[in-house]
C-alpha cells in the first residue's frame, strides 16, 4: 500500500509508513476477523501476547471478550495505549528513565 494523504506532506519516510494502517486476520473463538491497525500497534500487541505466552489470536480475543461495544481496532489501540502508560507510571515510581518500546522506535526510524 502506498497511500500517503496529504498530511504526510514534509514527514520523513519512515514516519509516513509507521502511520499505514496494516489489515490483519486474527481468531476470536471459532471465527476469523479482520482487525485494522497501524504497525506499530500490531509489533506492540505481539510483543505484549509474547510476554504473557500467548499466540497474538489469543491474546486479542482475551482482549476483545469484556468489549461490550465500539470496534475491535479503537480497543486494541486503548489497550496497547494503557499498557505502556502503566509501565511508564511503574518506572517513574522506580526511578527509571522513560518507557520507549523498541518497535515504536524501529517502526518510525528512518532510512
Request: aromatic share 4%; glycine share 6%.
Given at each position: 500500500m502506498n497511500y500517503r494523504p496529504d498530511s504526510d506532506a514534509g514527514v520523513n519516510p519512515g514516519e509516513a509508513r509507521s502511520r499505514l494502517v496494516v489489515k490483519r486476520s486474527v481468531a476470536i473463538g471459532d471465527r476469523r476477523t479482520s482487525v485494522s491497525l497501524e504497525e506499530p500497534f500490531w509489533l506492540a500487541l505481539k510483543d505484549i501476547a509474547a510476554a504473557h505466552g500467548r499466540t497474538l489470536s489469543a491474546f486479542v480475543a482475551e482482549i476483545n471478550a469484556p468489549r461490550q461495544g465500539g470496534n475491535l481496532s479503537s480497543t486494541l489501540r486503548v489497550f496497547v495505549l494503557?499498557?505502556?502508560?502503566?509501565?511508564?507510571?511503574?518506572?517513574?515510581?522506580?526511578?527509571?528513565?522513560?518507557?520507549?518500546?523498541?518497535?515504536?522506535?524501529?517502526?518510525?526510524?528512518?532510512?
Open positions: 494503557q499498557h505502556f502508560m502503566a509501565r511508564a507510571d511503574q518506572a517513574a515510581v522506580a526511578g527509571a528513565g522513560p518507557v520507549v518500546p523498541a518497535m515504536a522506535l524501529e517502526a518510525s526510524a528512518p532510512e
